[in-house]
């Protein structure tokens, strides 16, 4: 089966629509910690006694600075629970957006030049970049890739690992369309 360029618009439509009602969302993680106080009479001196708690802690890392703040039981904790959680459905939603993207941009043709002047400047103005003469100004976003075995792109019949991101009916989809391309 194919999706028509229309199906994945609409689809990129709905991924924008569920992000925009995503609400308040917050990188970091939830940690729950047990601690000993030190005081030789304290119960929590026992062996067998897990420590003070539990208390819980607000943890993110970004751009390597580590910020904590402790979350007291009860609507702080809850809050910031849905917070937490709404950003892996951000980062699920993202995901999701950017490979309906990447399958719109295979889909959608190029524009057609009638104007046969204006066709000879486009294909001037991109000379400097054909990949014959390699050199010229190229655009930031321009790489040469040095091709490797293990380097798969999508298309090229090797399965992507390691994503436990996609859902089931996401993989079937995927797997059929490298079937299809095999064709
Ligand atoms: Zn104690």
Redesign the pocket.
């Known amino acids: 089966m194919n999706e028509s360029l229309q199906d994945l618009e609409l689809r990129r439509k709905n991924l924008f629509r569920q992000m925009e009602s995503l609400g308040d969302f917050r990188r970091g993680t939830i940690s729950v910690n047990y601690r ?2 030190g ?1 030789s009479n ?4 026992r062996k067998d006694h897990p420590g ?1 708690g539990p208390q819980y802690l607000w943890n993110v890392s970004v751009g390597g600075k580590t910020q904590s703040r402790n979350l007291p039981v009860g609507p702080e904790l809850e809050k910031a629970e849905r917070e937490v959680e709404r950003y892996r459905a951000f980062l699920r939603l993202s995901q999701e957006l950017a490979e309906v993207n990447d399958r719109i941009c295979q889909l959608r043709p190029a524009r057609t030049i009638e104007d046969e002047h204006e066709l000879e400047q486009l294909k001037k103005n991109c000379g400097g970049i054909s990949p014959r003469n390699g050199r010229g100004n190229r655009p930031p976003h321009w790489t040469r890739v040095a091709r490797s075995p293990t380097s798969g792109t999508l298309g090229s019949g090797s399965q992507r690992n390691g994503d436990s991101r996609g859902d089931a009916s996401d993989r079937r989809r995927l797997v059929g369309e490298v079937a299809q391309q095999r064709r």
């Open positions: 000993k106080c005081k304290c119960a929590c001196a003070h």
